[in-house]
């Protein structure tokens, strides 16, 4: 089936650091991949949809010159959160669609744990 | 204001009990999917109800569209450890390509 693969799982990072996070669709090509980021005990917020060979479309109060996101190709985007605090510490998770139907399946990584010191 | 609403926000029960879970919310959506997500990991979809009134069931989840399409139900029977994590309602807002969670139910089944 549908796999989507997050990188790294767990990362730890000094403040005023940045941090890669890598979001791939491994036997599907996914023009469109969404990050979201869940705080304790809270449920997933949309971030920014990353959409390949474009700009990415951040939601309302989402800086994004703090959040970067890269989507190269067909199978890769990439996150990065520049200049690091602790209060950007969360769970990040990218998902993508196996079809072009807003209705179609959306499969989910699982999750990269940021923490920030 | 959140667009969907999970109720209980918490619920611990004995293996064995029947328990049902809601999502709510005053709009009215084309259709309403429904996930677990266990701890640390990403969210897995679970189902996808489409037409008002429908009932799909998968094993031991009953899951239901409400009739004016504004709210749906999960109940599970029988609940077993393997059921615990955090059972999540979504929506896809407006139209587009975008999901929408609401707060979600913690479930904990206790042996």
């Known amino acids: 089936g549908a796999v989507v693969s997050q990188h790294p799982s767990r990362v730890i990072c000094k403040s005023g650091t940045s941090v890669k996070i890598e979001c791939r669709s491994l036997?599907?090509?996914?023009?469109?991949m969404f990050w979201y980021r869940q705080f304790p005990k809270q449920s997933l917020m949309l971030m920014a949809t990353?959409?390949?060979?474009?700009?990415?479309?951040?939601e309302q109060g989402v800086e994004k010159d703090k959040f970067l996101i890269n989507h190269a190709s067909l199978t890769l985007s990439t996150l990065t959160v520049t200049s690091a605090h602790p209060e950007d510490s969360s769970f990040y998770i990218c998902?993508?669609?196996?079809?072009?139907?807003?209705?179609?399946?959306?499969?989910f990584g699982n999750g990269t744990r940021l923490t920030v010191t | 204001t959140q667009l969907l609403e999970q109720s209980p926000q918490f619920l611990s029960i004995q293996e064995g009990e029947n328990l049902t879970v809601y999502c709510n919310s005053s709009?009215?959506?084309?259709?309403l999917q429904w996930y677990r997500q266990e701890p640390g990991e990403g969210p897995v979809l679970l189902v996808t109800?489409?037409?008002?009134?429908e009932v799909k069931k998968l094993k031991r989840l009953t899951f239901q569209f409400g009739d004016a399409r504004k709210d749906s139900s999960l109940h599970i029977t029988a609940a077993q450890p393997g059921d615990t994590g955090l059972y999540l309602c979504?929506?896809?807002?407006?139209?587009?390509?975008?999901?929408?969670f609401g707060k979600g139910t913690k479930l904990t089944v206790n042996p």
């Open positions: 990353s959409n390949e060979g474009s700009k990415a479309t951040y």
């Open positions: 709009s009215v959506f084309s259709s």
């Open positions: 109800v489409v037409t008002g009134g």
């Open positions: 036997d599907f090509q996914a023009t469109t």
């Open positions: 998902s993508a669609r196996t079809g072009l139907h807003h209705n179609s399946p959306l499969h």
């Open positions: 979504a929506v896809s807002q407006g139209g587009s390509e975008k999901l929408v």
